[in-house]
């Protein structure tokens, strides 16, 4: 449980960083920075399976 929610929170952090400057993902997926909305729809699944798991 414990290695779970650290790997939810690294995930978290990501995904978080990513939305904030997408050109973080940018070197991955050929220079064209993907769209902020896919960053924040990860995010929002993140955080619903850290509640879910968590019991918030």
Same mark, same amino acid.
Do not use: Q
């Given at each position: 449980?414990?290695?779970?929610? !650290? ?7 990501? !995904?978080?960083?990513?939305?904030? &400057? /997408? #050109?973080?993902?940018? &070197?991955? $997926? $050929? =220079? $064209? /920075? /993907? #769209? +902020?909305? @896919?960053?924040? @729809?990860? %995010? %929002?699944?993140?955080?619903?399976? +850290? $509640?879910?798991?968590? =019991? %918030?």
């Amino acid at each position: 449980m414990t290695v779970f929610l !650290i790997v939810i929170n690294v995930l978290f952090i990501a !995904i978080l960083a990513c939305l904030i &400057k /997408p #050109s973080f993902a940018a &070197k991955y $997926n $050929n =220079g $064209n /920075p /993907p #769209s +902020r909305w @896919i960053f924040f @729809i990860l %995010l %929002l699944i993140v955080v619903a399976i +850290r $509640n879910a798991v968590v =019991g %918030l």
